[in-house]
């Protein structure tokens, strides 16, 4: 990780530190895996695949200041994919809305951090969220807000491909581009699958670029797990001057875990003593971390 990760998330006009933000991204799934292991329960697949985005949002694209999660000009992020939100508490814990060491209470009785998060609990989150096809309607008030307000912070939004089978994520669509939202961005986390299977076979939504474009938004696709591109579509992203964007970013369910990769067993199942212990190791962690991490799985 970088030695000052202040130097990480300060208003970006800069080049992208593609080694640095890689290694956020391994220690967010790094933490994905111990959260889960330990808590006995959650959401592996879609807290896997969306790390490289909330590492290019938290630590290259986004103004914020963990010190003021109030501040009134911080662009918000909008984290629509609820059950995904141990991805959320890393990245957030790692730029300093809070301690580090309390993300291994995931799911624990009285812990703020919660299976879906909670903005009255914790620090820096937008919205309570986990209710599917909810975000980008949020987001888009908070664009529209920041209109009323003369405000220049930009909202994003990052959204499951399951979610897109939601009348209201469509409603949400519609109302973002009548009202010409500009500076709202949503990052479409397409790792193919759903709870109940690949979403072709539950609701199949392509072609999606089309449906985006139709409904009057500007499409840019990118790979989900390339630091680069999605800085780049990002930065794509804010030079609109009328119309709300999306970045399709294609990810893979699981990423990162060879056994868990497009493997749907893995959407709402918390890995084992042992899939735990062969997840760290497959993602670098230290012996001796693996072995104090198996020592507070019951």
Aim: hydrophobic share 40%; glycine share 10%.
């Amino acid at each position: 990780m970088p030695q000052n990760l202040q130097e990480t998330f300060k208003p970006v006009n800069k080049s992208v530190n593609v080694d640095a933000l890689s290694k956020i991204s391994l220690e967010i799934r790094r933490d994905i895996i111990k959260m889960l292991g330990i808590a006995g329960s959650g959401h592996p697949g879609g807290s896997l695949s969306c790390a490289e985005i909330l590492t290019v949002l938290y630590f290259h694209a986004m103004r914020h200041d963990p010190k003021q999660p109030k501040w009134p000009d911080r662009d918000r992020l909008i984290f629509s994919k609820g059950h995904g939100c141990p991805a959320l508490y890393s990245a957030m814990a790692i730029a300093g809305y809070f301690d580090r060491k309390g993300l291994l209470t995931l799911r624990q009785l009285g812990s703020p951090f919660q299976g879906h998060p909670d903005m009255r609990r914790l620090p820096g989150i937008e919205a309570s969220t986990g209710s599917l096809g909810q975000g980008l309607s949020i987001g888009a008030g908070c664009a529209l807000a920041a209109r009323f307000d003369k405000k220049d912070f930009f909202t994003y939004v990052i959204m499951s491909d399951g979610e897109l089978n939601e009348g209201q994520t469509w409603e949400a669509a519609a109302f973002a581009s009548f009202r010409k939202l500009s500076n709202l961005v949503m990052i479409l986390d397409y790792n193919k699958y759903q709870l109940s299977g690949a979403t072709k076979d539950i609701l199949d939504m392509e072609p999606v670029v089309d449906k985006w474009k139709a409904f009057g938004w500007r499409v840019k696709e990118a790979d989900g797990h390339s630091i680069k591109e999605v800085a780049d579509a990002v930065a794509w992203a804010k030079e609109s001057k009328k119309e709300p964007s999306i970045i399709i970013a294609h990810t893979v369910k699981g990423k990162g875990v060879s056994f868990m990769e497009n493997n749907n067993h893995f959407h709402g199942v918390a890995p084992t003593k042992d899939e735990t212990a062969r997840a760290l190791k497959e993602l670098g962690e230290k012996d001796t971390e693996i072995q104090r991490i198996l020592g507070m799985i019951p």
